[in-house]
């Protein structure tokens, strides 16, 4: 049955990055990154394409909103929410260009970037992880098995140990997630109710 072998397939893909101890590494290095930039006064931005730039609006919300409880919100956001640069952008000088461009014109030094990619291809988010190095931010690329292109080009790739792009998509919410609560609960513990 489609149903069943489809969840068997997410928990299966997840057991891997449980089972992986240098994932999980990362994973916490990843929050601790994203800890230590809220703390010195930087930001967190994301950015991705289709579903994973769903993910990356979906993730920023979670810091700038909440999580699990009431807190301040945390800088943070997905930097294809502004349509009319966007499309500018696309149209004057190309689509490979719209995240870079944003980065250059509100990233700074001790920022974080994180690159959502299931390919790890992308060019516009390879851009945006070139243009984020340029300027001192961590960079993070959340991306499936072999990292792609990106691999090599991030502080910390998160390369989820599968090739089926709705079982890596899942697994970079699920991270997203961990990461997040991570932060909180580093952050606000004391404010917990």
Do not use: W
């Not at 809220?38 to 990356?56: E, M, Y």
């Not at 009431?70 to 502004?82: K, M, T």
């Not at 243009?131 to 991030?154: D, F, N, P, S, Y």
Request: proline residues 3%.
């Amino acid at each position: 049955m489609k149903i069943k072998e489809s969840i068997i397939e997410s928990i299966e893909t997840k057991k891997r990055i449980l089972d992986n101890p240098v994932l999980i590494e990362i994973i916490e290095n990843v929050a601790t990154a994203c800890t230590e930039a809220f703390c010195n006064g930087n930001k967190v931005l994301f950015c991705g394409n289709g579903g994973s730039a769903a993910d990356a609006q979906h993730l920023a919300a979670e810091f700038s909103g909440r999580f699990y409880f009431d807190r301040a919100p945390l800088p943070s956001e997905a930097l294809h929410v502004n349509t009319s640069f966007l499309t500018a952008v696309a149209n004057d000088y190309s689509f490979d260009e719209v995240y870079s461009r944003m980065v250059r014109g509100i990233g700074n030094q001790g920022d974080v970037l994180i690159g959502i990619s299931t390919s790890g291809n992308s060019g516009n988010i390879i851009k945006a992880i070139e243009t984020a190095e340029e300027l001192g931010m961590i960079t993070v690329g959340l991306t499936g098995e072999t990292g792609g292109k990106m691999r090599g080009l991030c502080d910390y790739l998160i390369n989820v140990p599968s090739t089926d792009t709705p079982r890596i998509q899942e697994s970079h919410i699920m991270i997203g997630h961990i990461i997040c609560d991570i932060v909180e609960s580093s952050l606000f513990s004391s404010d917990k109710n």
